[in-house]
């Protein structure tokens, strides 16, 4: 098996720099078995695109706060636009905003606001409207878990076709933190937008909403993307279990499924009319231990299960090889300031057990919760995890849980639970979603004093050694003392009819071309 250096080189992912307006993502569309090959160059309008999805749940709503799952997160691209957007290349492009620029210390940033995108219920979007939606995620008493992205915003103004913001520091990532899906532009009223609105100004308008079943939508007619939105109809459902989705991909009743079951993917890109693809990015599959809570608030409890992960096994036997494996931190070869000379944690019963005895202890037993709404093959995951851990005198006890309402249920509510994560486009936005004292979606409710001093101070450097090297501190911080365990970075594959058709670059930023794969493929 590659190691992780060898699985992101050899896709062909590169990074360029910042400001040249290039984002951390490189994309590829294997072809042959593992992929739908060279797409037709010429899209068509029409027809009705079904989709099949892994995600979804009755808790779902329009809330753009609340969005935490990939079927949540591809309905709200469908329907919504954004400032930029990372294109399918990897590349950041404007979305909404037609243009920006930066003060020299890139502390003010100015974007002017594109003319004429129409809203689905009419208008058009001015710059209070982009006020507005960023003021939503913003203050002591939003609940949105994009708080901490736009926490760095002191001011915001309009400015007739431009906002300007204002930022506590210099960050010259700040135009690929306004790309993130949470972050859509919606109409204002009175200074505020409506979080139970479908109104939104992106390629297809809502006509059915059943959270946890299906949504519908059908073209915007006044879309101002010409090249976009080719189907004519958009339906998303909700098939939560790995099989029902590839049978209903198989007999017709879908075009496109996410989270492909790998334990059969070799038999099912057999079937006929049957397409696989598979691109590798940043997405990574982890175990978030609880450090408030016993015995995860022990680093030596952590660091002894983190020895404990038989990490090659589990990309040959959960991955089937589509992936790499990873070294307790979200950070791939990918990103820019990667730190390839640090330590690869290995499996060390040896050294697992010398940690426990650092804690005290002689064995250790703990329940690991896990759904196959995390990941595909979480439970097998967990099983894999518990088998290789009683060899260091650690007891596993995996829990099989439902997989509706994993996330409002099990998910930061378990001490210990298996979780999936998407990329960010940057180190800074990876660490503060997730990592960050105090962020909603930190999921191990770490708090570590020096990794936050380093995230605020690499995010306004400017030096770009002095960067790398505070990056690579934070990684090194967070593999050592951080309550994550991040075993295997993870290929997304989906399938396709051989009807549908995609552009030869395919976003690896996310599932689904980056969601959006509603506005950017189409029928043969």
């Given at each position: ?437 105090g962020a909603p979606w930190n999921d191990t409710f770490w708090d570590n004093e020096r990794f936050n001093k380093l995230l605020v101070e690499a995010r306004s450097e400017l030096d770009d050694s002095k960067r790398a090297e505070m990056y690579k501190e934070m990684q090194q911080i967070l593999r050592t003392d951080g309550g994550v365990i991040v075993p295997m970075f993870a290929s997304y594959v989906m ?30």
């Open positions: 098996m590659k190691n992780l250096r060898q699985s992101f080189l050899q896709s062909g992912i590169s990074r360029r720099g910042i400001l040249q307006g290039t984002a951390a993502f490189g994309a590829v569309a294997l072809a042959g078995p593992l992929g739908s090959g060279p797409a037709s160059a010429q899209p068509k309008k029409g027809g009705t695109f079904r989709v099949g999805m892994a995600g979804g749940s009755t808790n779902n709503n329009y809330d753009p706060g609340t969005w935490d799952n990939a079927y949540s997160q591809t309905f709200a691209t469908a329907r919504h636009g954004y400032l930029t957007e990372i294109a399918g290349d990897g590349s950041l492009v404007g979305e909404v905003a037609e243009s920006w620029e930066s003060s020299p210390d890139a502390k003010e940033w100015t974007f002017k606001i594109r003319n004429g995108v129409e809203y689905h219920e009419g208008g058009t979007v001015k710059a209070e409207d982009v006020v507005a939606s960023m003021n939503f995620h913003r203050g002591e008493k939003t609940t949105s878990a994009a708080q901490p992205i736009v926490a760095q915003v002191q001011d915001i103004k309009a400015n007739g076709d431009e906002v300007i913001f204002t930022l506590e520091a210099g960050n010259a990532d700040f135009p690929y933190v306004v790309s993130d899906y949470h972050l859509c532009i919606m109409p204002a009223k009175d200074g505020e937008i409506d979080p139970a609105s479908p109104n939104g100004c992106g390629p297809y308008k809502v006509v059915n909403y059943e959270p946890g079943v299906i949504a519908e939508l059908t073209r915007n007619p006044n879309y101002w993307k010409t090249d976009r939105a080719h189907f004519d109809e958009i339906k998303l459902l909700t098939i939560l279990d790995a099989a029902a989705r590839q049978s209903a991909l198989m007999t017709g009743n879908v075009d496109a499924i996410d989270q492909v079951d790998l334990k059969t993917v070799s038999l099912f890109q057999r079937a006929p009319n049957v397409e696989i693809l598979s691109v590798t990015g940043t997405q990574h599959y982890t175990f978030a231990m609880d450090t408030r809570a016993a015995p995860f608030n022990d680093n030596n409890v952590r660091m002894a299960l983190k020895y404990a992960v038989d990490r090659e096994e589990m990309v040959e036997k959960i991955l089937f090889g589509y992936g790499a494996v990873g070294n307790d931190t979200p950070i791939s070869p990918s990103y820019r300031y990667y730190a390839d000379d640090i330590e690869q944690t290995t499996y060390d019963p040896d050294k697992s057990r010398y940690y426990l005895k650092q804690a005290g202890l002689d064995s250790l037993d703990v329940s690991l919760s896990a759904s196959d709404a995390a990941f595909g093959g979480a439970v097998d995951a967990a099983v894999l995890f518990s088998n290789s851990a009683s060899k260091a005198g650690i007891n596993i006890k995996p829990v099989r849980e439902p997989n509706d309402g994993y996330w409002s249920d099990v998910w930061m509510k378990k001490p210990f639970s298996a979780v999936y994560w998407g990329g960010r486009p940057t180190e800074d936005l990876a660490f503060t979603v997730a990592y960050a004292a399938a396709h009819s051989n009807k549908v058709k995609h552009p030869e670059k395919v976003a690896s930023n996310w599932t689904l071309d980056g969601f959006r794969a509603c506005e950017r493929w189409w029928f043969a």
